[in-house]
């Protein structure tokens, strides 16, 4: 007797958790994670290149907002080209989207806010989220992996960016991303 109630109790439970509820016109759903469902976590390594164009009749960034000249607190728009290789020409793999602005007064260093969307393979369809500093003047800079989406769903990790051309005079750039990332 004592077994039936104990699971009677549990089947309550459960089931009370798992009801939508609607408590001053706010809804939300509760549901435990049942163990069969739990994937495993995995790690994915990328790696592609990312090529920002500031000039010329087809620019993939512009600028959106700050002062005329690149300094603190120019704000850039981007869809950049993300390829396999540091050619223009490489093979598209997807495309960076998003805004980056100079965010220090001290040193030259970016906010950035973008999603990269992979077009191409098994990542189709799919994204990851950076939100970070970027001080571009670095070797190489790290910034955080903040989530994903598609294939990436729950993504946390970094990205290691590495300048591997930059025109002084038109902004143009060419960087190398090597990205680690954890998801499901």
Known sequence: MASVLTLFSFYLMLFSTSCFTTINGVFSEQSPMDITTKRMEKLTHLHFYFHDTLDGTNPTAIRIAGPSKRSFGTTMMADDPLTEGPEASSKLVGRAQGIYALASQHDIGLLVVMNFDFLKGMYNGSALSILG???ILDRVREMPIVG?????????GYALAKTVQFN???????????????HF
């Open 168 to 182: 002084q005079k038109t902004g143009n750039a060419v960087v190398e991303y090597n990205v680690s990332v954890l």
């Open 148 to 156: 994903g989406s598609g294939v990436f769903r729950y993504a946390r």
């Open 133 to 135: 500093h970027n001080p």
